[in-house]
């Protein structure tokens, strides 16, 4: 038994070997940038039996245009670099949390891969060419680095160019040269991970906050009437606060019910509570009799097709993964049809920049498990009003041992209203209103226009 665990040891030990020695044959791959026409592999037995990988990585270096120029179709399909230096990366999609200049450190997985790329390029510029040497005894440091770009093919790999200077040291014979390093770093091979199936047939529990809002709410039981009530698998839980309107609300329901068949739906009223969105979800979720419900947290102001409801099902798994789709949230329709007919709120629904923007900076619509949601603790039910408790949420959730899926969606639509802030409110909370309530407003494009129409108006007023 002892000498067979011997064996099997040895046995990996060789394999791992040899798979080390092939990683490290693939970084001594040489290609000659100034006059390519193949990529040529080592002369080393790591190839000589051919190995699929290899060849596979060489077609990858050679489809790739790193090479050489290739036509494009128009301008729009130029795939632009993202430049960096030493401490910053300057990029062209800003998304949640980063900004057009923006610390390397911020991101980690970004900073593990550009310190790598730093470190092989110094490697190169040390130990390659004489030809590429500034003199027999210079050695190039991360002071003589001055800039780098890099810009990936989605299906073939991530191309690098750093550029520098000698200029660490005072023995430099000529510091009127300028070294590029081009490194790239293939893609492997599409790996199956896994595969899985999901339940169509699980219910999905609606829970919606609402006070007043007797419009909105009708707008928002035609959408669940004509997308969620075929589906058979949906109930919804509308938490009222307060007493006006509340009759108007039961009695839409009510005739939801009459028309449809549709029972599976119950209203918690709140009538002496101050409004927090916080408190009418952790009650909604805490009245769910069933075994670890899958739970949809939604607004009213919320459009959404029944494309959603696959993709709630398909992405939260009990005890792996919630998921937060990123809302298209649409612009001011006064703003964004201000010279045509304003069209019925569904054909708004069109994802174009002048429409909307990705309401990247929302967490408010969520998906996950009961089970999930009570073992991160719920939210925070000191919060009063709108806002904050959903970013406090989803905190706790990314700070913990669960997946977040978070991806724009095609599904689901935050729809324009007027936006109060009120003043009353915790700073970081009001300041997020405000925010808020600027960017979704309109477009930059639509916002400017309307200022320099202004403008204009103004100055004719004068003179």
């Given at each position: 038994?002892?000498d067979?665990?011997?064996?099997?040891i040895?046995?990996l030990r060789?394999v791992?070997?040899?798979?080390t020695?092939?990683l490290?044959?693939?970084?001594?791959?040489?290609?000659?940038?100034?006059?390519?026409?193949?990529?040529?592999?080592?002369?080393?037995?790591m190839?000589?039996?051919?190995?699929?990988?290899f060849?596979?990585?060489?077609?990858q270096m050679?489809?790739?245009?790193?090479?050489k120029?290739s036509p494009?179709?128009?301008?729009y399909?130029?795939?632009?670099?993202?430049?960096?230096?030493?401490?910053?990366?300057?990029?062209l999609?800003?998304?949640?949390?980063?900004?057009?200049?923006?610390?390397?450190?911020?991101?980690s997985?970004?900073?593990?891969?550009?310190?790598?790329?730093?470190?092989?390029?110094?490697?190169?510029?040390?130990?390659?060419?004489?030809?590429?040497?500034v003199?027999?005894t210079?050695?190039?440091?991360?002071?003589?680095?001055?800039h780098?770009?890099?810009?990936?093919?989605?299906?073939?790999g991530?191309?690098?160019?750093l550029?520098?200077?000698?200029?660490?040291s005072s023995?430099?014979?000529?510091?009127?040269?300028?070294f590029?390093?081009?490194l790239?770093?293939?893609?492997?091979p599409?790996?199956?991970?896994s595969?899985?199936?999901?339940?169509?047939?699980?219910?999905?529990?609606?829970?919606?906050?609402?006070?007043?809002?007797e419009?909105?709410f009708?707008?928002f039981?035609?959408?669940f009437?004509?997308?969620?009530?075929?589906d058979?698998?949906?109930?919804?839980?509308?938490?009222?606060f307060?007493?006006?309107?509340?009759s108007?609300?039961?009695?839409?329901?009510?005739?939801?019910?009459?028309?449809t068949?549709?029972?599976?739906?119950q209203?918690?009223?709140?009538k002496?509570?101050e409004?927090?969105?916080?408190?009418?979800?952790?009650?909604?979720?805490?009245?769910?009799?069933v075994?670890?419900?899958?739970?949809?947290?939604?607004?009213?102001d919320?459009?959404?097709?029944k494309?959603?409801?696959?993709?709630?099902?398909?992405?939260?798994?009990?005890?792996?993964?919630?998921?937060y789709?990123?809302?298209?949230?649409?612009?001011?329709?006064?703003?964004v049809?201000?010279?045509?007919?304003?069209?019925?709120?569904?054909?708004?629904?069109?994802?174009?920049?002048?429409?909307?923007?990705?309401?990247?900076?929302?967490f408010?619509?969520?998906?996950?498990?009961?089970?999930d949601?009570?073992?991160?603790?719920?939210?925070?039910?000191?919060?009063k009003?709108?806002?904050?408790?959903?970013?406090?949420?989803?905190?706790?959730?990314?700070?913990?041992?669960?997946?977040?899926?978070?991806?724009?969606v095609n599904?689901?639509?935050?729809?324009?209203h007027t936006?109060h802030?009120?003043?009353?409110?915790?700073?970081?909370?009001?300041?997020?209103?405000?925010?808020?309530?600027?960017?979704?407003?309109?477009?930059?494009?639509?916002?400017?226009?309307?200022?320099?129409?202004?403008?204009?108006?103004?100055?004719?007023?004068h003179?």
């Amino acid at each position: 038994m002892i000498d067979s665990l011997r064996h099997q040891i040895e046995d990996l030990r060789k394999v791992l070997e040899t798979k080390t020695n092939q990683l490290e044959a693939v970084k001594k791959i040489n290609v000659d940038f100034e006059n390519v026409r193949s990529i040529v592999l080592p002369d080393n037995e790591m190839f000589a039996d051919g190995d699929r990988i290899f060849h596979y990585l060489k077609d990858q270096m050679e489809r790739s245009k790193i090479l050489k120029g290739s036509p494009l179709r128009s301008e729009y399909n130029v795939n632009e670099y993202t430049m960096f230096d030493r401490h910053y990366v300057y990029q062209l999609d800003t998304g949640l949390g980063t900004k057009p200049q923006d610390v390397i450190l911020r991101r980690s997985d970004l900073s593990k891969e550009l310190n790598e790329v730093c470190d092989e390029a110094l490697r190169s510029l040390n130990g390659g060419p004489e030809r590429f040497k500034v003199s027999p005894t210079y050695r190039f440091t991360s002071e003589d680095f001055l800039h780098g770009m890099f810009r990936t093919e989605r299906d073939i790999g991530t191309q690098y160019e750093l550029v520098y200077k000698p200029e660490s040291s005072s023995n430099v014979p000529n510091k009127s040269q300028l070294f590029r390093v081009t490194l790239f770093r293939p893609f492997a091979p599409v790996t199956h991970i896994s595969s899985s199936s999901t339940d169509t047939s699980e219910t999905i529990y609606f829970i919606v906050p609402l006070q007043g809002r007797e419009d909105t709410f009708r707008i928002f039981l035609d959408y669940f009437k004509d997308f969620c009530i075929p589906d058979g698998n949906v109930y919804l839980t509308v938490v009222y606060f307060g007493n006006e309107a509340l009759s108007e609300i039961i009695q839409l329901l009510d005739e939801l019910s009459s028309k449809t068949g549709f029972k599976h739906y119950q209203v918690i009223t709140m009538k002496n509570e101050e409004f927090s969105r916080g408190k009418a979800l952790q009650f909604g979720a805490s009245s769910l009799n069933v075994d670890d419900p899958l739970m949809f947290f939604c607004d009213v102001d919320i459009g959404f097709t029944k494309e959603f409801l696959h993709q709630c099902r398909a992405h939260t798994i009990a005890g792996k993964s919630v998921f937060y789709p990123i809302v298209f949230s649409l612009f001011n329709p006064s703003l964004v049809y201000k010279h045509n007919e304003i069209p019925i709120l569904r054909d708004r629904q069109v994802i174009k920049s002048n429409n909307g923007l990705w309401r990247d900076f929302g967490f408010g619509m969520s998906c996950q498990h009961l089970s999930d949601f009570k073992k991160i603790g719920g939210f925070d039910l000191t919060i009063k009003g709108w806002g904050t408790e959903d970013t406090l949420l989803f905190r706790k959730y990314t700070q913990s041992n669960t997946m977040v899926i978070r991806s724009p969606v095609n599904s689901l639509f935050h729809h324009w209203h007027t936006k109060h802030c009120d003043k009353t409110w915790a700073t970081e909370q009001y300041e997020s209103c405000l925010r808020s309530r600027a960017r979704t407003e309109g477009s930059q494009l639509s916002l400017g226009l309307e200022y320099f129409q202004l403008k204009a108006e103004l100055e004719s007023k004068h003179t």
